[in-house]
């Protein structure tokens, strides 16, 4: 009989679990460039999605029901909150967003991993409901240059710009709330540094001894 070590290796391994990112950033710092770009690498497209929440705020120009956002009016989003459809919800700028439980658990499932795009009020209720989950602060590099990309960004008036510059210092010092920071100050490096995070953490122990449920054993039995 083969002799094996008393290494730990989960018996309820058949089937992994994809990893649940959260990634914050005050309005501007390039959260949604950095997800965009990472999502639609080839290689990426069927291992990763960005979760779709649903929000009262009203569309942005070219934004599409279903694709952005699921838009909803303040109604629905109360009955959805009544009927505990929410998995974390949160008013931000005046409107309320929130993230269905329907929208993350089937990919999870899957071994689908999951970008949530919140706040940090909505990344604190996920922490609390599951310890595992990645949270990663994109930061910009001044206060001047966030300025220069809302405005730069063309599709907000000047006041909700205004509204937006006034949350940003409120939302920036809640990073040290998240297990990395990224400093958005070089598109291509900080696309590069984004990747090494979820690339870390599909190389956790945890996810590795998933995955290599049997080699691990093997390796380290006697034949
Ligand atoms: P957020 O999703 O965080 O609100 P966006 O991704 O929409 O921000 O980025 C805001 C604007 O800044 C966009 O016009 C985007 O093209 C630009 N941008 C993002 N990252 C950089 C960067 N590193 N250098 C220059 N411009 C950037
Ligand atoms: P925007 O209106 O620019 O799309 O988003 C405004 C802010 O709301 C961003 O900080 C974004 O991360 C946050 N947000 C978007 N969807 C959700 C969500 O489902 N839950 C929470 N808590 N915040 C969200």
Redesign the pocket.
């Known amino acids: 009989m083969p002799k094996s070590t008393s290494v730990y290796i989960p018996q309820e391994s058949a089937q992994q679990l994809g990893n649940l990112f959260i990634v914050a950033?005050p309005?501007?710092?390039?959260?949604?460039?950095l997800i965009n770009e990472i999502l639609n690498k080839s290689s990426h497209k069927q291992a990763m999605q960005l979760s779709v929440s649903h929000t009262t705020r009203a569309p942005r120009k070219g934004e599409q029901n279903g694709v952005e956002y699921h838009f909803v009016d303040p109604a629905m989003f109360k009955g959805m909150i009544e009927n505990d459809a929410f998995y974390e919800h949160a008013e931000v700028f005046g409107n309320y967003y929130g993230t269905s439980k329907a929208a993350i658990s089937d990919k999870l499932q899957q071994g689908i991993d999951v970008f949530l795009d919140i706040d940090w009020q909505g990344a604190r209720q996920v922490k609390l409901q599951n310890p595992r989950v990645i949270g990663i602060f994109?930061l910009p590099p001044s206060i001047h240059i966030l300025q220069t990309?809302l405005s730069?960004?063309g599709q907000d008036s000047d006041q909700v710009i205004a509204k937006r510059m006034a949350a940003a210092q409120s939302e920036m010092s809640h990073f040290n709330e998240f297990d990395f920071v990224i400093v958005?100050?070089?598109?291509a490096i900080?696309h590069k540094e984004f990747e090494a995070i979820i690339t870390a953490q599909r190389l956790s122990l945890e996810n590795q001894q998933i995955r290599y449920g049997s080699l691990f054993p093997s390796l380290l039995t006697k034949e």
């Open positions: 950033a309005s501007g710092a390039g959260k949604s460039t994109i990309r730069g960004r958005n100050d070089n598109l900080a």
